[in-house]
């Protein structure tokens, strides 16, 4: 099987969807001799706040001397931005022998009958993460669980550690129509011994999770007992918890809801630390003020030309990304959208009206996305009279007749802003403003297949 060949083939795993369950996930590890247990591991579910608390806690972590093994889903760009060790993505040739030896290992439990169908996609890329921090030898592993928590790959994962983020409504078809379902599925991450962290506040799904870890003999820390979170100005929070009392710091990520992420990540760092991988309250700091999370709340500057980058793919999100935009008064401005067809299109744009001055309605390559025609339909009907435009691809939608100093927000979609961090920002800072590309994008590599939102 040559290099380019066992690319295509992880990515023609994309067709066999999603596979609730642990079963092919868990022959594959035995079949690797299990490399999740050749170092501590770190669980991080919930619905919003996921990948920004691996961010911080990563960041932190490193700045405590320690190797970090990160594994994060969906990328924007690049499939290596899901498996990174050290704050370095994993080379093209290392995916490349990974993926080889993956699909070896995968053909061989299928010929046996140990597998009925080969794996699905996430399933693979776990696989290789879990391989791949092993063989760097990492002193602890973050991962980002993908889909709910009970169900999910990442969940073979015997973690040591683990924290649940903010609940709310995505993925219904597989998680539940209510708040206190989906977050019973996050609860499947807890297991027997783990310190769970979690950061709801909201009564009903607090019990949900607080009973979980009882049931288990988990250890629950719920990161608001005995803490203080206290805005200091308009740019600066001061957390104090019962460990330690940390300095005023303004968080790397923007959006108040970083607060709380933020609140998260230092409970569950003081737990890690507790539990002799020592980490400062220094590196602590480090990593609230010094993380960067890319496509989420990111602006991005060419020129007199400002873009608002954010992925939002849920109602609660799209709130979060609205009342920043309101905050920091950078609305009303144009709103660059695109949703696929398995999100609350309906919730997503009623979050985002009250910020735009009109909407251009696009979609990415990719055929789960909602056609701009039909997604225009719905925006004209739930935020009349907001003007709405349509745009056959991200490029023509960043140069429809904006003004040189216009800022946009582009959100709705990873998709989307993938899309943009990859193609059509590069366009459009040529064409239009003729600015050189911020060093975040010259980062990122070729645009791969992307998984599930």
């Known amino acids: 099987?040559?290099?380019?060949?066992?690319?295509?083939?992880?990515?023609?795993?994309?067709?066999?969807?999603?596979?609730p369950g642990l079963e092919a996930i868990g022959a594959l590890m035995a079949a690797d001799d299990h490399p999740e247990s050749a170092y501590p591991g770190v669980l991080v579910a919930g619905t919003n706040g996921k990948g920004s608390t691996v961010a911080m806690a990563d960041h932190a972590l490193r700045a405590a001397g320690h190797r970090v093994g990160r594994y994060t889903s969906p990328h924007l760009v690049s499939l290596r931005e899901r498996i990174v060790v050290d704050g370095s993505q994993i080379s093209p040739a290392a995916l490349e022998e990974e993926a080889g030896a993956f699909l070896a290992r995968a053909d061989a439990l299928v010929a046996r009958g140990s597998l009925a169908?080969?794996?699905?996609?996430?399933?693979?890329?776990?696989?290789?993460?879990?391989?791949?921090?092993?063989?760097?030898?990492?002193?602890?592993?973050?991962?980002?669980?993908?889909?709910g928590g009970r169900f999910d790959a990442t969940n073979i994962v015997p973690a040591r550690w683990g924290v649940i983020t903010a609940i709310g409504l995505d993925h219904q078809a597989y998680l539940g129509d209510t708040l206190e379902a989906i977050a019973a599925e996050k609860a499947g991450i807890i297991k027997s011994d783990m310190t769970?962290?979690?950061?709801?506040?909201?009564?009903?799904?607090?019990?949900?999770?607080?009973?979980?870890?009882?049931?288990?003999g988990a250890r629950w820390i719920d990161a608001h007992e005995g803490a203080t979170l206290i805005d200091v100005d308009a740019e600066r929070v001061r957390i104090a918890t019962p460990a330690h009392a940390y300095p005023a710091v303004r968080l790397g990520l923007a959006g108040a809801h970083q607060r709380v992420n933020a609140l998260g990540a230092v409970r569950l760092l003081e737990t890690i630390d507790r539990d002799g991988l020592p980490v400062a309250p220094s590196a602590i700091i480090a990593g609230l003020s010094e993380v960067e999370w890319a496509g989420?709340?990111?602006?991005?500057?060419?020129?007199?030309?400002?873009?608002?980058?954010?992925?939002?793919?849920?109602?609660?999100?799209?709130?979060?990304?609205?009342?920043?935009?309101?905050?920091?008064r950078a609305a009303p401005l144009p709103v660059v959208l695109a949703i696929m067809d398995d999100k609350d299109a309906a919730g997503i744009v009623r979050a985002l009206a009250p910020v735009a001055s009109r909407f251009i309605c696009t979609a990415p390559a990719?055929?789960?996305?909602?056609?701009?025609?039909?997604?225009?339909?719905?925006?004209?009907?739930?935020?009349?009279?907001t003007p709405v435009l349509t745009a056959s691809s991200p490029v023509e939608a960043l140069g429809q007749h904006h003004p040189a100093t216009e800022t946009l927000c582009v959100t709705g979609s990873i998709f989307l802003v993938g899309a943009v961090a990859s193609g059509a920002v590069g366009i459009y800072a040529t064409t239009v403003?003729?600015?050189?590309?911020?060093?975040?994008?010259?980062?990122?590599?070729?645009?791969?297949?992307?998984g599930k939102e």
Request: with cysteine; aromatic share 6%.
């Open 1 to 19: 099987m040559t290099v380019a060949t066992s690319l295509d083939t992880l990515a023609n795993l994309e067709r066999f969807g999603i596979r």
């Open 117 to 147: 169908t080969p794996p699905t996609f996430f399933e693979a890329i776990t696989a290789i993460a879990l391989s791949w921090f092993r063989r760097c030898e990492v002193d602890v592993a973050l991962l980002e669980v993908g889909l």
């Open 196 to 216: 769970i962290v979690t950061t709801e506040d909201r009564p009903a799904i607090r019990s949900v999770l607080s009973e979980t870890a009882a049931a288990r």
């Open 296 to 328: 989420r709340l990111q602006r991005v500057v060419f020129g007199k030309r400002t873009l608002w980058l954010d992925a939002a793919h849920n109602p609660s999100a799209a709130a979060a990304l609205a009342n920043h935009l309101q905050a920091s």
């Open 366 to 385: 990719t055929p789960r996305a909602i056609a701009p025609e039909r997604l225009a339909g719905l925006v004209t009907e739930l935020a009349h009279p």
């Open 433 to 450: 403003v003729g600015q050189a590309l911020p060093d975040f994008l010259k980062r990122m590599a070729r645009c791969d297949f992307k």
